[in-house]
Structures are given as structure tokens and as C-alpha cells.
């Protein structure tokens, strides 16, 4: 899989450029945003004006402020809990899958427990143990939870290239384990595993977006997640602030869009059965 | 029949390190729900109803950790999942009961409905693309793809808060929130036509949610299943299109997925936490909700428990469905 | 989400704590006789029938009809619809309104309290109700401590509760302790025929209750639960609805649009910008009703550097812009606190209890003030810093607050916060789930707090003695400050010894005095409560103008008196 493989697929190409663009928001917010996005003391329930872009909220808060600085939180989160869990699948699905025996049997054990278990329902659980703490807790408890299904999935690929015949000769060459799964498994699975690292950004993003949604995030901290929470709880739609409520949702879908094409479009891209050509 | 009895053993284990995992979540987190609970009871009690009420809840700190871990166990198997500290003197068991039938009516309705348009969609957009090489892209491909990933990019509770305001307040089609109109029966025939009044907006709600998933995962099965030699095969022998679409590719096309189910129905569970709150629908999702705001250890841990154990066992049907399904699964099973 | 669910959301009424608090009434009092129907109500010219349709928006109902369990924990109208009280006190008005109690009277000596109870009364299963069951009850939570919820026997210095004839009950005590009337009118009373053979009265649910209230059950789901009238209830024609509906559901906006579809015609929330996105889409109908009956303090932790310095806490005070604070947490629905109130006074009692002599230690939003306060107590400013007067810097200082869904407190603490900074008091702010909450404000495990006055009754001494009392200090106490002295301590033992309103008010007056020098906490805002209904199909609901009741929660006993009230229109 090359990066030109990524840009001549057009489903890759506009999912990248979405994500490009929220990335440049999220590095540049200081520089972009007009104010502060936690300040209260601008009048509220202000309409969009060249002052205010998106208004206020009936906190006094600005709207678009607050959606600059969300972009940062979001998508760190996404990307953060991505990698995270593709560390996780590095040792859970490559490694296991890959030395077999006992400890195969062990890892892909608890693999197979964590599939069962219900994710959001733990997930609730989890951060309703762990509450009250920053957004990087989220990220660890989404993290422990979004693992398993792309372990196993990382794990039959692993098996399967296991005994071919360039591992075979790495292994006689006295490569220890870990050198051979990362320089001769990895590249050979580097499409699944890109894929497999935006759909868990796209479950982290959402994940977090849900759990702020519920009020078990921290409402004081700004992001699209928390920014629904006080729009749901101000009766937004009741008082007629659209704006509140529709632009952190829409961002939301728009990321997660992005996220959720490239992790097609890498997937289509690295399966030969599902190439146009 | 020893692969069935292997499938029951792993079922077992997993079940058994759920459970344990559950025993020992609490415990490890911080905090202490049992002074938590005794403040709320409004802390003018004396040391004897203290200790009472401790042994009510299972918090009796004399045992020893084994030991708790044993009684636990013990109560599990005879489906006493503790008291609730939010709805003392209700058991977890008799809430969860009440709740349960809820759930898995709106979430296997939507499940089954989902699953269906999903694959049919999947299914047709794949067939397209694979009869249309000559103009390089089909339409209904190119646009369910993105569909089915917004679909599954759609954070369940904003189209949910949009769909109660607009369709069930201002047009006033559906009721605003609940399961059913109090005080009508639900065995009798207006109960049942107000449950379905009240589940329809939920249920649609969490049906757009999961089926982008299906599509996709369709899609993809389907688009590998054509690649196969045995349908190039059929279709060199000149079988009907149709034919080789339906006997042949969507049949094998599916299987692959089912193994899938597990993951599909997380997320339906999931949305349906969300999804419950904006329709106040009294369902198992909401309950978890309220146990988590209350820091109501007992009934959090029994709820988890049950969604657990449901996912298992739906997990375990569908594998067995499999091996019925696929010949060659069966064959395998029979060595 | 927001989600009230237990506690409530953006509102939060403390259900819970309140609980343990509710039913208070002093000497001092006048007794109202009227039994809180209002006459327009009592003609009997209004329709009689109807079903009223309320939602509250906190969640599950559980299958649990016993009135000695923490209100909350029971369904909805065990408290409203099904049992009844002695007295029940509109901490509103202050007025107490007799029920199944019609008079009561204390020895010179304030040791014994003669209660006359009504008669005509018959329970809902048709067995007739005496002084007796009153005997019992209080005899039976003297048996079960773990349903003594109020501390009725426990350290109040009762001794023995006897019926004395069919109408009469007497209480009698080893100390004097008038202000104990309160708790004593707020028991639930149960019949002595159904509960004595009972012997786990804290864990039974009982699914089969028979009380004296208007209502009798008529069916629960944990969704609804619903009440039909009593037709043998002891006030004649009353009440005049035919059916009450309690539903739950599980967020404030489901509640909030069916109130606005006209679906229900009551329900308790905080509606946010309730003029705007409430009352505006239909004037005529649209109704709220929100009267301070508590206060919203920020507590100090009165024990605990930095804030063991009263200098520094007053100057604090002056810093608390509160009517931002108000209006931005409540949008002009709900009061700011003044300098007066900060004696903890809630605003209904201030013209009878506060003295104008206290006027000149009073505070109000002024940060030069605030400032120059500082300066005189050798704190001093530097990068924006504040020092000690010892030129240490304050390290960071975390603002607790409950939730989550408490909206309103996360806006107030936000403010405090943005203000504390103004004076250079960097601070962040944490919400724990009501259960941490709820257990670290006792134990003191805090620096500042955002949270209501604990207790407040129809005096200011109820609130004054949960709040400023030592031995309410503790891991299970209302001295949430931690803050008291013997001068304290003494008015409060003279409030108790009295009956002489004018003893009374001095010492209160004293207490008052103490708590406006030191600050132990500071009053930002009211705390009402969230009273919400629509008139298209019943009247009679209490407003400012008629406030028979509190305007509480339904499932609160002052809802009894609403449902007595309403009737189709």
C-alpha cells in the first residue's frame, strides 16, 4: 500500500482532506479563534454576527471558539486512542498470532473474553469508576475497550504469514521475535493495520462524543461531546440556538466520516478481492 | 457433537472470566461505595442498622476476599445479583427483569431489520459494481459506500435528539418519550399498538445506526465472494445473472459475516444506551445509567453482567447456526 | 442526559439529603388551622374528576410503597398520595398546616408535648384511625432504629411517646428541645394494625399499602404509577380529581415537551431560560412557580489553609459577583443572594429574623473592596498571584461540586472560579457523583464546595443548627464548614430552653452577627423549588399569589395539598 495507492482512491482522498483540515483547526486553534472558549461573560443567546461567528451560547460562552478548540480534543482523542489500540493489537494479534503455543493460547484467550464483552456498557461503567478525571482517562478506558475485534482479525493474518518462506528464513538467521514481527510481519499487514487504526479512531471520537453526551466526561472541559451536553441540557433547540446545537454534531459526523473513509478506502486498497482493477 | 461440547466448554470459561472480571472491577477501582451508601441512607444510624445494612448489600468487610469471591459466585448461580443501592430494597434481579423485556424487543427488532437492510443494500451495491465494469462505477455503489459510513459515523443520541423535536414534538406523529401510556395493559391490543407507537422512533433511530455497518461489511464479503473462482466459473458456464447472485454469491457471502454478529450487536447494545435516555424509553440501557449516577455498584455490575452473558449467548447461537449453515464447518466439527 | 435521574438535573433538588431534613417547625410559629385548602377549591361548585398527569423526570419507580424508607427510594405518592403526617410545614410561608394532627401544645417546662389528633379518620382499608397508631408509629421507630431516618429518638432527648386517650398523644422529654415539634409533625404515620406484626420495616416494600391519604393504589408499573381517590377520605368532597398518573421518565426535556404538548399538567424541573423556551410558546397556559426555600452556598473549609483565615473569607465575599452568578445559572428565574442572607436566612425570613443592627457587616460585589480587604490583612498581589500574609504563594484550589447533570452548580463554580481568579485564587473545578459528593462535604475533604444550606426550617435556628452546630461536625454531620464557637453554641442552647419569641430572635440575631464576621460560607443565590405546570385542563395550582404548599416535587408530602386543591377548569 503506497500513499499514491491512497490519493488516486477518491474516497481516501476526500476522507484525508477532511481530516487535513480539522488537523490544521486543531493545530492552529489558538491562532484561529477569536476568544477564549471556556470565557463567560459575553452576553449570551447572541445571534451569528461578524463579532460572534456562530453567536453565543446561554452560557455567554462563543460558539465558535468553542467548536476551534473541540476540533483539538476530538481528534487527539481519536488519534491518541487509535494508536493506543494499535499497540495493543500489536501484542495481542501480531505477536500472539505469530509465536503461537502457550502463549498464543493465553493472549488470544483474553482476546476472545474482551470480544464478548459489551463495549459501550463497559466503557459507562469504566469511566463511571474512574470519573471526574481529564479526557486522557477516557481515552485509556476507550482504549481497553475498542482492542479485541481487530486483534483477531491481526492475529489469523499473523498465522497465515507465519510460515512463509521469508519469515521462515529470518527466523534460521536467529532474528529475535519481536525484530521479526516488526520487519517482516508488520509490513506485510500494514494495510489492516492502518485500516484497523482509523475505524478506532472513529470508535474513540464517537465513544467520547457519547460519554460527554451522558455527563460522564468533564462538562467544564470543551469539546464537541461536552458542547452537545450543555446544548441538550440548555433546551438549545427550544430556545432556538440551531447553531449550538447542530455544529457540534455535524462536526462529529464529519470527522468521524473522514475516519470512517479512509478506513474503507485503505481496507479496499489492500484487499486484492475488493480492487477495481 | 465434540466440537458442540468444545463451543459449550469456551462458552463456559468466557462466562466464568466475565464474572470474575465483574467480581473484581469494583474492587480494584477506587473508592468506596459502602460509606457512599451508608451517607445517603442519611448517616443517623446506629452501628447495628449499619452492620445490618452492610450484610443487606454483601459488603460484609469481615469476609475475606476468597470468600467474598466464593459467596459471589454462589449468588450468581442461583441468580441473586445483590441488592440495589438505589432501589433498596429491590433486587438487581427484579430490575433487571423489569427492564430487560424492553431492550431486547426494541434492540432485537432493529437488529433483525438492520441485519436485513444492510445486507440487502450490501448486497445489491456490490452486484452492481460487479456487473458494471464497463463503465468503471455503478452509482448505487458509489453512493451507499459514503451512506453506510455516515451511517456509522452518526452519533446515535444527536439524530435521536433531532428526531424527538422535530417528528415526535412539532409534527406530534409519535409520543415524546416512555415505552407505553400509563395505565394501559400491555397484553391487551391498544397496549401493544401503543408500545409499537412509542417503539418506532427508537427503533428506526438505532436501525440507521447499525445498518451502515451491515452495508459495508456486505459489500466487501460480497465483492470477495465474486471474485472467487466458482462464480467466474458459473458465470463462464453461462448461469443467469440472478441466479449467480443469489444461489451462489450472497449465500457465501454472508457467512463470513455472521461471524461478525458479535461486533454488530455491541454497537446496537451501545447506541441503545444513548438512544434510551433521549426517548425515555425504560429500557436495560437507561437503568445502567441511573446505577452509574447513583454509584450503584450491585445493580451496575448485574446489569453488565446480564449484557454480558446475552451478548455470549447470542455469540454462541449464531456460531451454532454457522456450523448448520456451512458445510464445511461441519465437516471440520465432525473430525 | 443531563439527567436528573436521581438527583436532578441542571436543578438537582438534593432529594436525598433533603429527606433526612424535611417536616421542621418551631415554637415560634403560628399554627395555621386551615387545613391548606383554599376556599375557592372548597366551594364545592368546582368539576369534580379529571386524571392528573404528572411526570417526574428522576427515572425508574420502584415497586415500594413503605413510608419509613429515605424519600426517593419509595415510589412516587407514597409520601404525596398514600400516608400522611402529623403537621406539614410550608417552608414557604412558614406555615404549619394540620392534618391528622389538629393541635399541639407544649408544658411551661418544654419537656412534654400534648399532639390532639383528628377523628372521623378511617385508614384505606376501612379499619378506623386513633391516637393509637400515632403511639405506635413513633414506638416502632424507637424499635427500629434503621427507619429513625430523622433522628427522632437518637440524641433528642425524647423518652416516651403515650396515647392518652382516642385523640390525644403526649410526647415526653428528659431536656427541653422545642424546636424537636418539626421532626415529630413530619413522621409518616403508619396503622398500628398492618406494621406490628412487621418486623423488618426497612426492607419491606409494601406492595399492599393501606394509609389515611386522599389517594388509594390503584396500579404500578416502574414507569407509572397510578393513584385513584379515596372515596372514604376524611375531608368531605375532597379531592375532586379523580385520578392522579406519576410517570418517570428518564430526561428533563421529555418532560419538559410533553408539559409543552400538553400531555402532563405537572412536573418538577429546572426548566433553563424558562421564559423563553417555556412560558413564551403559550402565555395563558404556561406556568412557573419558583419560591426560595434554601440557599446556595460557597462553602469554605474553614479548617484548612488558606481558608482557615476569616479575613481572607470575607474579603472572598466581597468578590462573589452574585447576580452574574444568578442570572447566568439560572437566567433571572431565580434570586441572587445579598449580604443579608448570608446569615444563613433564607429570603422568606429575613423581615422577621434579621435585625437592621447587622446592616454594617454586611458585604455586596465590589473588588476594589475585596482587594483593599485584602491589602489590610497582609495579603499581597504579585504577577497576578495572591500571597499569604507569610509571602507564601496559594497553590491551586479545586472547587467540588456534584453530578453529573448538575448544570446550575457547573455554571456557578465556573463563575466562582473566574472570580476567584480576579482576587489571584487560581482554582479548578471538580464534580464527583453525588455519592463522593455527598460523603467528602461531611468529612471535609474539600478546600471549596459549591452545595445548599443543610436544614433550612420555619426559623432561622434549623438551619443555623445543622450548619454551625460542633457536634454536627463529622463524617455523617451538616457542618459542612466545619466552622463553630461556644458563642454560637450557647444562643443555640438558649434558642432550644425557650419559648420566648423575643429570646429567640436575640440569639439568633447573636449567631447571625458571628457568621457575617467570620464567613464560613457565602450566599450566592436561592435555591427554589422547580414548581412547572399548565392550566388548559385543571386550576387551583398554588402560585405566589395563593402559596398553600411548597411548591415541591410531586412526590414530596406538600404535593398532598395540590392534589387536594386542583380541580378540572
Redesign the interface.
Known amino acids: 500500500m503506497s500513499p499514491r495507492a491512497l490519493l488516486h482512491n477518491r474516497r481516501a482522498a476526500v476522507g484525508a482532506s477532511i481530516l487535513v483540515f480539522f488537523a490544521l483547526v486543531a493545530l492552529l486553534a489558538p491562532l484561529i479563534a477569536p476568544y477564549s472558549p ?1 470565557n ?2 459575553y452576553t ?2 447572541l445571534a451569528m454576527s461578524a463579532k460572534h461567528l456562530l453567536g453565543t451560547n ?3 460562552q462563543d460558539i465558535f471558539s468553542q467548536l476551534i478548540w473541540g476540533a483539538r480534543t476530538s481528534l487527539s482523542v481519536g488519534l491518541l486512542t487509535g494508536t493506543l489500540i494499535c499497540l495493543v493489537q500489536l501484542v495481542m494479534g501480531v505477536f500472539s498470532g505469530y509465536v503461537g503455543g502457550k502463549a498464543d493460547t493465553a493472549l488470544s484467550s483474553v482476546t476472545n473474553v474482551f470480544l464478548v464483552l459489551p463495549t459501550l456498557p463497559l466503557l459507562i461503567v469504566l469511566s ?1 469508576y474512574l ?2 478525571g481529564s479526557v486522557f482517562v477516557l481515552v485509556g478506558v476507550i482504549a481497553i475497550t475498542g482492542w479485541a475485534w481487530g486483534a483477531r482479525v491481526l492475529r489469523a493474518q499473523a498465522i497465515a504469514l507465519r510460515n512463509r518462506p521469508f519469515v521462515e528464513a529470518a527466523r534460521i538467521s536467529g532474528e529475535s521475535r519481536w525484530h521479526i514481527v516488526l520487519a517482516h510481519i508488520v509490513p506485510n499487514m500494514l494495510g489492516i493495520m492502518v485500516a484497523n487504526f482509523f475505524g478506532a479512531a472513529l470508535f474513540a471520537v464517537l465513544a467520547e462524543a457519547g460519554l460527554e ?4 466526561g ?3 472541559t470543551v469539546t464537541w461531546g461536552t458542547m452537545l ?2 446544548a ?4 438549545a433547540m ?2 432556538g440556538m440551531w447553531v449550538w446545537i447542530l455544529a457540534p454534531g455535524l462536526c462529529i459526523l464529519l470527522l468521524g466520516t473522514s475516519l470512517g473513509l479512509l478506513n474503507f478506502a485503505v481496507d479496499e486498497i489492500a484487499n486484492p478481492n475488493l480492487r477495481r482493477d | 457433537m465434540r466440537y458442540l461440547l468444545r463451543r459449550v466448554a469456551v462458552l463456559l470459561l468466557t462466562a466464568w472470566v466475565a464474572v470474575t472480571v465483574n467480581f473484581a472491577l469494583p474492587r480494584l477501582m477506587p ?3 459502602a ?12 452501628p ?2 449499619r452492620e ?2 452492610m450484610i ?1 448489600f454483601g459488603l460484609n468487610t469481615h469476609q475475606s476476599l476468597l470468600g467474598q469471591y466464593f459467596s459471589y459466585l454462589g449468588q450468581i448461580l442461583t441468580g441473586n445479583l445483590g441488592t440495589s443501592y ?5 433486587s438487581v434481579t ?2 433487571i427483569r ?2 430487560l423485556p424492553w431492550t431486547l424487543g426494541m434492540v432485537g427488532f432493529a437488529t433483525i431489520l438492520a441485519f436485513l437492510f444492510g445486507i440487502g443494500l450490501g448486497m445489491v451495491a456490490a452486484w452492481r459494481r460487479g456487473s458494471a465494469s464497463w463503465h468503471r462505477e455503478s452509482r448505487l455503489d458509489t453512493a451507499l459506500v459514503p451512506t453506510g459510513v455516515m451511517l456509522s459515523a452518526m452519533p446515535p443520541f444527536w439524530l435521536a ?1 433531532m428526531l ?2 422535530f417528528v ?2 412539532k409534527l ?1 406523529w409519535f409520543p ?5 401510556k ?2 394501559l395493559a400491555k397484553s391487551s391490543s391498544a397496549g401493544l399498538i401503543d408500545i409499537a407507537r412509542h417503539a418506532v422512533l427508537p427503533a428506526f433511530t438505532l436501525t440507521l445506526i447499525a445498518m451502515g455497518g451491515w452495508i459495508l461489511l456486505m459489500r466487501n464479503s460480497m465483492l470477495t465472494v465474486l471474485n472467487d473462482d466458482f462464480v467466474k466459473f458459473a458465470r463462464a458456464k453461462g448461469l443467469p445473472n440472478r441466479s449467480i447472485a443469489y444461489r451462489y454469491a450472497a449465500r457465501n457471502a454472508i457467512l463470513p459475516i455472521f461471524t461478525q454478529f458479535a461486533m454488530a450487536l455491541g454497537v446496537v447494545v451501545g447506541g441503545q444506551v444513548f438512544i ?7 429500557g436495560i440501557g ?2 445502567l ?2 446505577a452509574v ?3 450503584d455498584y450491585p445493580l451496575m455490575q448485574g446489569i453488565f453482567l446480564i449484557f454480558t452473558l446475552t451478548l455470549l449467548l447470542a455469540n454462541f447461537l449464531v456460531e451454532m447456526l454457522y456450523v448448520f449453515i456451512d458445510p464445511r464447518i461441519r465437516v471440520e466439527a465432525g473430525k | ?3 436528573r ?3 436532578g ?2 436543578s438537582i433538588k438534593p432529594r ?1 439529603a433533603l ?2 431534613l424535611v417536616g421542621v417547625v418551631g415554637v415560634a410559629v403560628v399554627l395555621s388551622l386551615a387545613l391548606g385548602v383554599t376556599t375557592s377549591a372548597r366551594a364545592a361548585s368546582a368539576a369534580s374528576g379529571g386524571t392528573l ?1 404528572i411526570e417526574m423526570p428522576w ?2 419507580i ?3 410503597f413503605n413510608p419509613m ?2 424519600n426517593g ?1 419509595n415510589a412516587g405518592g407514597t409520601l404525596s398520595c398514600l400516608y400522611e403526617q402529623l403537621f406539614f410545614l410550608n417552608t414557604v410561608t412558614s406555615q404549619i398546616v394540620p392534618v391528622l394532627g389538629t393541635k399541639s401544645a407544649w408544658s411551661k417546662d418544654g419537656l412534654k408535648l400534648t399532639i390532639t389528633t383528628r377523628s372521623g379518620v378511617t385508614w384505606s382499608d376501612g379499619k378506623p384511625f386513633s391516637a393509637a397508631d400515632v403511639a405506635f408509629t413513633f414506638n416502632y421507630i424507637k424499635q ?3 427507619i ?4 427522632i429518638w ?1 440524641g433528642s432527648g425524647l423518652t416516651s411517646v403515650a396515647a392518652t386517650g382516642a385523640n390525644t398523644v403526649v410526647f415526653t422529654f428528659s431536656k427541653p428541645n422545642t424546636p424537636m415539634f418539626v421532626f415529630i409533625a413530619g413522621v409518616y404515620i403508619i396503622p398500628e394494625h398492618i406494621w406490628s406484626s412487621n418486623t423488618s420495616p ?4 409494601n406492595t399492599k399499602p393501606v394509609g389515611t391519604g386522599p389517594f388509594v393504589l390503584k ?1 404500578f ?4 404509577v ?1 393513584y385513584d381517590k379515596n372515596p372514604n377520605y376524611w375531608m368531605a368532597g375532597k379531592p375532586s380529581i379523580n385520578t392522579v ?1 406519576l ?8 418532560a ?3 408539559l ?2 400538553g ?1 402532563i399538567d405537572y412536573t418538577y424541573d429546572a ?3 424558562p421564559a ?3 412560558v413564551a ?1 403559550n402565555p395563558a397556559t404556561n406556568k412557573y412557580w419558583w419560591p426560595d426555600t434554601n440557599i446556595n452556598f460557597l462553602y469554605f473549609n474553614t479548617t484548612k489553609a488558606p481558608f482557615n483565615d476569616p479575613k481572607l473569607r470575607r474579603a472572598i465575599a466581597f468578590g462573589m459577583n452574585t447576580k452574574l452568578i444568578a442570572q ?1 445559572a439560572y ?1 433571572g428565574g431565580v434570586d441572587a443572594s445579598n449580604g443579608g442572607q448570608d446569615a444563613a436566612v433564607t429570603g422568606g425570613q429575613l423581615k422577621a429574623w434579621y435585625p437592621s443592627s447587622l446592616k454594617k457587616l454586611e458585604w455586596s460585589y465590589n473588588v476594589k473592596t475585596a482587594k483593599a480587604l485584602l491589602k489590610k490583612a497582609g495579603y499581597k498581589l504579585k504577577g497576578g498571584k495572591l500571597l499569604t500574609p507569610k509571602g507564601k504563594a496559594i497553590p491551586k484550589q479545586q472547587i467540588l461540586i456534584g ?3 448538575w ?1 446550575d452548580y ?2 456557578i ?3 466562582v472560579s ?1 472570580e476567584l481568579k480576579a482576587l489571584g485564587i487560581s482554582s ?9 459528593y ?2 467528602n462535604l ?1 468529612k471535609g475533604n474539600y478546600q471549596l464546595a459549591i452545595s445548599w444550606g443543610n436544614g433550612p426550617g420555619p426559623t432561622p435556628y434549623f438551619m443555623d443548627y445543622n450548619d454551625f452546630s460542633k457536634s454536627k461536625i463529622g ?3 451538616t457542618n459542612w464548614s466545619r466552622f463553630w464557637n461556644p458563642t454560637i453554641n450557647k444562643a443555640l442552647v438558649t434558642y432550644r430552653g425557650s419559648s420566648d419569641l423575643k429570646v429567640q430572635k436575640t440569639a439568633m440575631a447573636t449567631i447571625m452577627q458571628q457568621v457575617m464576621t467570620n464567613a464560613p460560607m457565602v450566599a450566592l443565590t436561592g435555591r427554589p423549588n422547580w414548581f412547572d405546570y399548565q392550566t388548559k385542563s385543571f386550576t387551583g395550582f398554588p402560585d405566589a399569589t395563593n402559596p398553600y404548599n411548597d411548591a415541591g416535587a410531586p412526590d414530596s408530602p406538600g404535593a398532598r395539598l395540590l392534589y387536594l386543591n386542583v380541580h378540572l377548569s
Open positions: 471556556s463567560m461573560n449570551p443567546g446561554s452560557n455567554g463511571a470519573r471526574g453526551f451522558i455527563g460522564l468533564n462538562p467544564s451536553y450543555w441538550q441540557n440548555s433546551e427550544l430556545q | 473508592g468506596d461505595p460509606s457512599n451508601m451508608i451517607a445517603r441512607y442519611g448517616g443517623q444510624m446506629s447495628r442498622a445490618a445494612i443487606d438505589t432501589f433498596f430494597p429491590a427484579s430490575m423489569q427492564a435528539m424527538v423535536y415526535s414534538y406530534g415524546i418519550g416512555g415505552g407505553i400509563p395505565g434510551e435516555i433521549v426517548y425515555s424509553y425504560p437507561y437503568l445509567l441511573t449516577y447513583n454509584q | 442526559m443531563k439527567r435521574i436521581e438527583q438535573a441542571k436525598r429527606a433526612t398527569n427515572g425508574t420502584a415497586d415500594n424508607v429515605p427510594t427500629y432504629p434503621a429513625d431516618l430523622n433522628s437518637k426497612n426492607t419491606d416494600t396500579s408499573s416502574p414507569t407509572a397510578i398518573v410517570a418517570a421518565v428518564k430526561s428533563n426535556d421529555t419538559l415537551l410533553d409543552l404538548a400531555n426548566i433553563t431560560n423563553k423556551t417555556y410558546k447566568r437566567y453530578g453529573p447533570g448544570t457547573i455554571v463554580a465556573t463563575m473566574q479548578s473545578v471538580v464534580q464527583q457523583p453525588w455519592g463522593s455527598s460523603t461531611p463524617a455523617t454531620g
